[in-house]
């Protein structure tokens, strides 16, 4: 995988690599990712279905659309996207993600294209997707701006992008850093630096400098009681997601 004009932050990428065996141990360093994957898989496939005139009580209702992961990780997206009959490839720049995911989508009957390469790679390949995801990435690259213009190049005309990350306040602090790395220990501490956090609005100019127009916005919200996470249009303060049509 080559390096060259990439938005990947190597110190980030080994954060994740050292924690890569523990993808789908949903009681493991990802347990809050699993806890949250529902909430953020039904706000995707929401999302794209609204854009491509899908119904999601049909079988395979996303065939014939092509997604791509970037940052997929050991594959938490990417497995029930392709169940849902898309064409799905993976990315991520942590080479030991890969072996992962390839390894549980083949014990899960499933075909998936799953790569060690970057965005930008993918991009200076002429590759284009019809869904490019983003999801809890663009706080750990180097340049977001930069970043989100290759996944602006990466699109069809017409083409969606799903962008989540995490809220830059006192609020995303206490319980991203100190609540989940500190108090409950759901992750390593250092796996999250909140200088890096973006707020909505510059997530939104990020997306329009990059050539793409923000459709939806929605906060995923946890609630410790019920120990659940739901989608709320206004509560964005902690984690959330953006989606952009291409320009």
């Not at 791509?68 to 991520?92: F, H, K, M, Q």
């Not at 993600?97 to 390469?117: C, F, M, W």
Request: glycine share 8%; with cysteine; net charge negative.
């Amino acid at each position: 995988m080559s390096d060259a004009s990439s938005s990947v932050d190597p110190q980030e990428i080994a954060k994740f690599e050292a924690m890569a065996a523990e993808w789908w141990d949903p009681h493991g360093k990802f347990k809050p990712l699993h806890m949250m994957n529902p909430c953020r898989l039904g706000y995707v496939t929401r999302q794209i279905a609204a854009e491509f005139g899908r119904d999601l009580n049909r079988p395979r209702a996303l065939e014939g659309l092509r997604i791509l992961d970037i940052g997929c990780g050991g594959g938490l997206l990417c497995e029930p996207l392709a169940r849902l009959g898309a064409t799905v490839t993976g990315a991520d720049a942590a080479e030991r993600n890969i072996p992962v995911a390839k390894l549980h989508a083949e014990q899960s009957g499933l075909e998936i294209d799953y790569r060690h390469t970057t965005a930008e790679a993918i991009a200076a390949s002429g590759e284009k997707f019809d869904v490019v995801l983003a999801m809890e990435v663009v706080e750990h690259v180097a340049d977001p701006q930069a970043f989100l213009s290759v996944c602006a190049q990466l699109l069809e005309s017409g083409g969606l992008t799903v962008v989540s990350t995490l809220n830059r306040n006192p609020k995303s602090y206490l319980m991203a850093i100190i609540g989940a790395e500190h108090v409950m220990r759901w992750l390593p501490k250092g796996t999250h630096d909140w200088a890096k956090f973006i707020t909505p609005d510059e997530l939104s100019g990020f997306l329009e400098t990059a050539g793409m127009v923000p459709v939806d916005r929605r906060g995923f919200v946890f609630n410790p009681l019920g120990w659940s996470w739901s989608l709320s249009e206004r509560d964005l303060s902690v984690n959330y997601a953006i989606a952009a049509r291409a320009g």
